[in-house]
Protein backbone atom coordinates (compact mmCIF):
# COMPACT_ATOMS: atom_id res chain seq x y z
CA UNK A 1 0.00 0.00 0.00
CA UNK A 2 0.84 3.47 -0.92
CA UNK A 3 0.81 6.27 1.85
CA UNK A 4 1.86 9.70 1.01
CA UNK A 5 3.37 11.62 3.89
CA UNK A 6 2.04 14.99 4.89
CA UNK A 7 2.84 17.31 7.43
CA UNK A 8 2.12 17.46 11.28
CA UNK A 9 -0.60 20.46 10.71
CA UNK A 10 -4.01 19.28 13.09
CA UNK A 11 -4.12 17.69 16.70
CA UNK A 12 -5.26 14.17 15.19
CA UNK A 13 -1.85 14.43 13.52
CA UNK A 14 -0.16 15.09 16.91
CA UNK A 15 -2.43 12.68 18.40
CA UNK A 16 -1.50 9.78 15.67
CA UNK A 17 2.40 10.74 16.30
CA UNK A 18 2.16 10.62 20.27
CA UNK A 19 0.32 7.06 19.93
CA UNK A 20 2.45 5.47 17.39
CA UNK A 21 6.11 6.90 19.53
CA UNK A 22 4.91 5.63 22.53
CA UNK A 23 3.63 2.21 21.59
CA UNK A 24 7.26 1.94 20.42
CA UNK A 25 8.46 3.32 23.84
CA UNK A 26 6.83 0.67 25.65
CA UNK A 27 8.34 -2.25 23.68
CA UNK A 28 12.06 -0.57 23.69
CA UNK A 29 14.47 -2.81 25.65
CA UNK A 30 15.84 -0.54 27.95
CA UNK A 31 12.85 2.55 27.99
CA UNK A 32 9.72 0.20 27.99
CA UNK A 33 10.48 -0.58 31.92
CA UNK A 34 11.01 2.84 32.82
CA UNK A 35 7.99 4.33 31.15
CA UNK A 36 5.81 1.10 32.18
CA UNK A 37 7.29 1.48 35.53
CA UNK A 38 6.37 4.77 36.23
CA UNK A 39 3.63 5.45 34.29
CA UNK A 40 0.13 3.95 35.85
CA UNK A 41 -2.31 5.52 34.10
CA UNK A 42 -1.38 5.66 30.07
CA UNK A 43 -5.22 6.98 28.19
CA UNK A 44 -4.50 10.46 30.43
CA UNK A 45 -0.61 10.46 29.92
CA UNK A 46 -0.88 9.91 26.42
CA UNK A 47 -3.52 12.65 26.50
CA UNK A 48 -1.19 15.00 27.80
CA UNK A 49 1.64 14.69 25.84
CA UNK A 50 -0.87 15.25 23.10
CA UNK A 51 -1.40 18.81 24.43
CA UNK A 52 2.71 19.27 24.86
CA UNK A 53 3.56 18.60 21.20
CA UNK A 54 0.39 20.25 19.90
CA UNK A 55 1.51 23.50 21.82
CA UNK A 56 4.71 22.78 20.70
CA UNK A 57 4.21 22.18 17.22
CA UNK A 58 1.04 24.13 16.67
CA UNK A 59 1.01 26.37 18.90
CA UNK A 60 -2.26 25.36 20.02
CA UNK A 61 -3.99 23.61 22.20
CA UNK A 62 -4.83 23.45 26.27
CA UNK A 63 -1.12 22.94 27.15
CA UNK A 64 -0.33 26.26 28.06
CA UNK A 65 1.24 26.68 31.28
CA UNK A 66 0.68 23.39 32.09
CA UNK A 67 4.17 21.83 31.67
CA UNK A 68 7.53 22.13 33.53
CA UNK A 69 9.59 19.22 31.78
CA UNK A 70 12.70 19.60 33.64
CA UNK A 71 11.44 18.46 37.30
CA UNK A 72 9.44 15.78 36.11
CA UNK A 73 13.04 14.24 34.18
CA UNK A 74 14.55 14.88 37.67
CA UNK A 75 12.03 12.54 39.11
CA UNK A 76 11.94 9.69 36.90
CA UNK A 77 15.84 9.48 37.23
CA UNK A 78 15.23 9.48 41.10
CA UNK A 79 12.82 6.94 40.45
CA UNK A 80 15.48 4.88 37.89
CA UNK A 81 18.12 4.86 41.36
CA UNK A 82 19.93 7.45 39.04
CA UNK A 83 20.49 5.25 36.35
CA UNK A 84 19.51 7.48 33.43
CA UNK A 85 22.05 7.73 30.67
CA UNK A 86 22.76 9.35 27.26
CA UNK A 87 21.69 6.22 25.85
CA UNK A 88 18.31 6.52 27.17
CA UNK A 89 18.38 9.80 25.50
CA UNK A 90 19.84 8.93 22.09
CA UNK A 91 17.15 5.82 21.82
CA UNK A 92 14.29 7.88 22.78
CA UNK A 93 15.43 10.30 19.85
CA UNK A 94 15.66 7.30 17.40
CA UNK A 95 12.03 6.47 17.89
CA UNK A 96 11.02 10.07 17.53
CA UNK A 97 12.92 10.64 14.52
CA UNK A 98 11.43 6.99 13.40
CA UNK A 99 8.07 7.80 14.47
CA UNK A 100 8.14 11.24 12.51
CA UNK A 101 9.59 9.57 9.31
CA UNK A 102 6.87 7.04 9.03
CA UNK A 103 3.72 9.44 9.13
CA UNK A 104 5.11 12.82 8.09
CA UNK A 105 7.15 14.96 6.32
CA UNK A 106 7.85 18.76 6.12
CA UNK A 107 8.60 22.10 8.09
CA UNK A 108 6.86 21.23 10.71
CA UNK A 109 8.46 17.50 11.17
CA UNK A 110 11.66 18.75 10.79
CA UNK A 111 10.34 21.42 13.48
CA UNK A 112 9.20 18.21 15.81
CA UNK A 113 12.42 16.39 15.48
CA UNK A 114 14.64 19.67 16.15
CA UNK A 115 12.65 20.49 19.11
CA UNK A 116 12.97 17.51 20.31
CA UNK A 117 17.08 17.31 20.24
CA UNK A 118 17.24 20.61 21.79
CA UNK A 119 15.33 19.63 24.69
CA UNK A 120 16.87 16.25 25.66
CA UNK A 121 20.18 18.49 25.70
CA UNK A 122 18.58 20.33 27.99
CA UNK A 123 16.88 17.48 29.54
CA UNK A 124 20.13 15.15 30.26
CA UNK A 125 22.37 18.39 31.53
CA UNK A 126 20.04 19.14 34.01
CA UNK A 127 19.68 15.82 34.96
CA UNK A 128 23.57 15.43 35.59
CA UNK A 129 23.39 18.76 37.36
CA UNK A 130 20.32 17.83 39.58
CA UNK A 131 22.80 15.25 40.59
CA UNK A 132 25.87 17.05 41.43
CA UNK A 133 23.55 19.81 43.18
CA UNK A 134 22.11 16.85 45.34
CA UNK A 135 18.21 18.16 44.62
C1 LIG B 1 13.38 21.75 28.27
C2 LIG B 1 13.49 22.47 27.17
C3 LIG B 1 12.37 23.09 26.41
C4 LIG B 1 11.02 23.15 26.67
C5 LIG B 1 10.27 22.59 27.86
C6 LIG B 1 10.39 23.88 25.60
C7 LIG B 1 9.05 24.13 25.50
C8 LIG B 1 8.46 24.79 24.45
C9 LIG B 1 7.08 25.12 24.37
C10 LIG B 1 6.07 24.87 25.47
C11 LIG B 1 6.84 25.72 23.17
C12 LIG B 1 5.54 26.23 22.62
C13 LIG B 1 5.22 27.56 23.22
C14 LIG B 1 5.04 28.65 22.23
O1 LIG B 1 5.05 28.40 21.00
O2 LIG B 1 4.89 29.80 22.65
C15 LIG B 1 8.10 25.78 22.48
C16 LIG B 1 8.27 26.32 21.23
C17 LIG B 1 9.52 26.58 20.67
N1 LIG B 1 10.74 26.24 21.20
FE1 LIG B 1 11.04 25.21 22.91
N2 LIG B 1 11.36 24.25 24.70
C18 LIG B 1 12.58 23.80 25.15
C19 LIG B 1 13.80 23.99 24.55
C20 LIG B 1 14.01 24.76 23.40
C21 LIG B 1 15.31 25.15 22.90
C22 LIG B 1 16.62 24.83 23.56
C23 LIG B 1 15.08 25.88 21.77
C24 LIG B 1 16.03 26.58 20.84
C25 LIG B 1 17.34 26.75 21.03
C26 LIG B 1 13.67 25.94 21.55
C27 LIG B 1 13.05 26.58 20.51
C28 LIG B 1 11.71 26.70 20.35
C29 LIG B 1 11.10 27.38 19.21
C30 LIG B 1 11.83 28.04 18.05
C31 LIG B 1 9.72 27.28 19.42
C32 LIG B 1 8.62 27.76 18.47
C33 LIG B 1 8.10 29.08 18.81
C34 LIG B 1 7.00 29.40 17.85
O3 LIG B 1 7.16 29.14 16.64
O4 LIG B 1 5.97 29.91 18.29
N3 LIG B 1 13.04 25.24 22.58
N4 LIG B 1 9.06 25.20 23.27
C1 LIG C 1 13.94 14.86 24.33
C2 LIG C 1 13.56 13.83 25.01
C3 LIG C 1 12.33 13.85 25.88
C4 LIG C 1 11.26 14.71 25.84
C5 LIG C 1 11.01 15.85 24.88
C6 LIG C 1 10.37 14.31 26.91
C7 LIG C 1 9.19 14.94 27.21
C8 LIG C 1 8.35 14.61 28.24
C9 LIG C 1 7.18 15.33 28.65
C10 LIG C 1 6.69 16.63 28.00
C11 LIG C 1 6.61 14.66 29.69
C12 LIG C 1 5.31 15.04 30.44
C13 LIG C 1 5.65 15.83 31.66
C14 LIG C 1 4.40 16.14 32.46
O1 LIG C 1 3.50 15.30 32.57
O2 LIG C 1 4.32 17.27 32.96
C15 LIG C 1 7.43 13.51 29.96
C16 LIG C 1 7.18 12.56 30.93
C17 LIG C 1 7.96 11.46 31.17
N1 LIG C 1 9.19 11.19 30.59
FE1 LIG C 1 10.07 12.21 29.11
N2 LIG C 1 10.91 13.23 27.57
C18 LIG C 1 12.10 12.92 26.97
C19 LIG C 1 12.97 11.91 27.31
C20 LIG C 1 12.73 10.97 28.27
C21 LIG C 1 13.60 9.86 28.60
C22 LIG C 1 14.94 9.57 27.91
C23 LIG C 1 13.00 9.15 29.59
C24 LIG C 1 13.43 7.90 30.32
C25 LIG C 1 14.60 7.36 30.26
C26 LIG C 1 11.74 9.81 29.89
C27 LIG C 1 10.83 9.38 30.81
C28 LIG C 1 9.64 10.00 31.09
C29 LIG C 1 8.65 9.46 32.02
C30 LIG C 1 8.75 8.14 32.79
C31 LIG C 1 7.61 10.38 32.08
C32 LIG C 1 6.34 10.30 32.94
C33 LIG C 1 6.58 10.90 34.27
C34 LIG C 1 5.34 10.79 35.17
O3 LIG C 1 4.24 11.11 34.69
O4 LIG C 1 5.50 10.40 36.32
N3 LIG C 1 11.61 10.92 29.09
N4 LIG C 1 8.48 13.50 29.06
Not at 1 to 16: E, G, N, Q, W
Not at 21 to 28: D, P
Not at 48 to 56: A, C, G, K, N, P
Not at 125 to 131: A, L, V
Given at each position: MYKIRKDIVHRDDVSLLVRSFYAKVRRHETLGPIFNGKIEDWDSHLERLTDFWEMVI????????????VPVHKEVDRFTQNSITQAHFGNWLELWFSTLDTYFYGTNTDFAKEHARRMAHILFFRIMEGRGAKV
Amino acid sequence: MYKIRKDIVHRDDVSLLVRSFYAKVRRHETLGPIFNGKIEDWDSHLERLTDFWEMVILNSGPGAGKFNPVPVHKEVDRFTQNSITQAHFGNWLELWFSTLDTYFYGTNTDFAKEHARRMAHILFFRIMEGRGAKV
